[in-house]
Every structure is written in structure tokens, then in C-alpha cells.
């Protein structure tokens, strides 16, 4: 089983809302991602969480607030966005193996963000 | 040089017709290589890791050349279900965190009836 959950599909929020997205694995994996991707672009890295702590922050804004309540479950919390976020947000996920060189990563259906 | 070079797009095929995909990276430490698919508006996909020795799936075959920082994805027999883009994906930040994956900007393929 492969499978990365994402929660909501859809979401559309204001500039001044708070709102979170979701992400849940249950394939064992340790290591979790957050990606930001536009239209007719590749996936841009956010962020890395390894063994619930974050390992790696890609100078993202502070709007975006990522947080890992437990091996399972990754969240990235909303604040204050702006119209050029909007963008589909995928979660994936991965096993951490120390030493290798990177391992396959999977990916949920990522929410579709919309900013007004 | 860009990290991780693609062919430019779109490839348009006709069915039955083999497809090849061409990509360059730039670090020469890098480790881990793999093709993902995307389709519209979907997650991306994984499509094959890719292995120094080489690899088949099917329909597919994934190359590594490392001397000369290449890797290669063919599809024969295409089928229009192949239609999606295909993305180029390579870590390219071994030993600062085996995490790093960079996403190739992805060739388009459409194959046609």
C-alpha cells in the first residue's frame, strides 16, 4: 500500500483566514514532505520532516507554519496568504534510510488552494 | 547549467510508436534517479527508480550513464493511457540530507489514435 492521504481536496480561503491542510501515511515512512506546485511547473520543495522533526525549511515564508504531530500525520497551517500562494499543495512521503542516497518518494492528491 | 535538464516538449506520437526521454543532471555525486508521470491536475506519479545497471518494467526501460550524467526512459508499443507528463527527478543533495529530490520541468507526452 502506497497511499498519502490529503485533506481537503479543495480549499478556498481569504487573505486574512487561518486554515490548515492535512496529509496522513500509513506506509511506515519517516521521513515527510510538503511541495508547492504551479501551473506547468515541477514540484518545489517546502519543507522535510525526518522522524517528526523538521530537517529542512526552503526559505518558505512564515505564512506557512508546517507541523508533524506524529509519524503519521503532517500538517502545514495557513495564515495571512496572498494570491500568488494559490497552487496545488502535495504532501509525500518516504522511508528514511541514513546513509542512502534518497529514496522514492510518494505523493498524496495534494490540495488545490485557491487565495481571494 | 540547469540541475536536473529535460528534452524539451510536447512529444506527439502516434499509437504503437516508441518514445524516448532524455535527461541531464548537473551533480555528479548525486545518488538516487527516477522517472515519476504526471497527469493533469493529478499528484505526480512514480514511474521507475532508475539503476546504474539499468532497469525494465513492462513496456519501459530506464538508463543511467554516470560518466556522463544521463538517464534515458523509453516507452514502446505507446498506448494513448501513456499520454501525461513525465518528469525527471534526481537527489541532488546527498549527505546534506538524503532528501533533497530536484524535479526536471518535464516533458509533455501525447500519444494519438
Known amino acids: 500500500d502506497t497511499e498519502v492521504t490529503q485533506t481537503p481536496k479543495h480549499l478556498v480561503m481569504g487573505m486574512t483566514n487561518k486554515k490548515s491542510l492535512k496529509c496522513e501515511q500509513h506506509?511506515?515512512?519517516?521521513?515527510m514532505y510538503w511541495y508547492k506546485q504551479k501551473a506547468k511547473k515541477p514540484p518545489e520543495l517546502m519543507f522535510v520532516?525526518?522522524?517528526?522533526?523538521?530537517?529542512i525549511n526552503e526559505s518558505v515564508p512564515s505564512r506557512f507554519s508546517p507541523e508533524c504531530p506524529n509519524s503519521s500525520l503532517l500538517n502545514l497551517h495557513l495564515h495571512a496568504l496572498q494570491p500568488e500562494d494559490s497552487a496545488l499543495y502535495l504532501c509525500a512521503s518516504s522511508q528514511d534510510r541514513e546513509g542512502a542516497g534518497g529514496t522514492e518518494q510518494y505523493f498524496g492528491p495534494g490540495t488545490r488552494l485557491t487565495v481571494t | 547549467r540547469k540541475e536536473v535538464e529535460q528534452d524539451p516538449g510536447p512529444f506527439n506520437v502516434p499509437e504503437g510508436a516508441t518514445v524516448a526521454f532524455n535527461c541531464t543532471y548537473s551533480n555528479s555525486a548525486s545518488q538516487s534517479f527516477f522517472w515519476y508521470r504526471q497527469d493533469c491536475r493529478k499528484e505526480p506519479k512514480l514511474l521507475m527508480s532508475v539503476y546504474s545497471s539499468g532497469n525494465e518494467d513492462g513496456r519501459f526501460t530506464a538508463q543511467l550513464n554516470r560518466a556522463s550524467q544521463y538517464i534515458s526512459l523509453l516507452i514502446r508499443d505507446s498506448k494513448l493511457s501513456d499520454s501525461a507528463t513525465y518528469l525527471c527527478?534526481?537527489?541532488?543533495?546527498?549527505?546534506?540530507?538524503?532528501?533533497?529530490?530536484?524535479f526536471g520541468k518535464g516533458t509533455k507526452l501525447s500519444v494519438i489514435p
Open positions: 506506509m511506515g515512512h519517516r521521513a
Open positions: 527527478v534526481v537527489n541532488t543533495a546527498p549527505g546534506a540530507g538524503s532528501y533533497q529530490l530536484t
Open positions: 520532516y525526518s522522524y517528526e522533526k523538521l530537517s
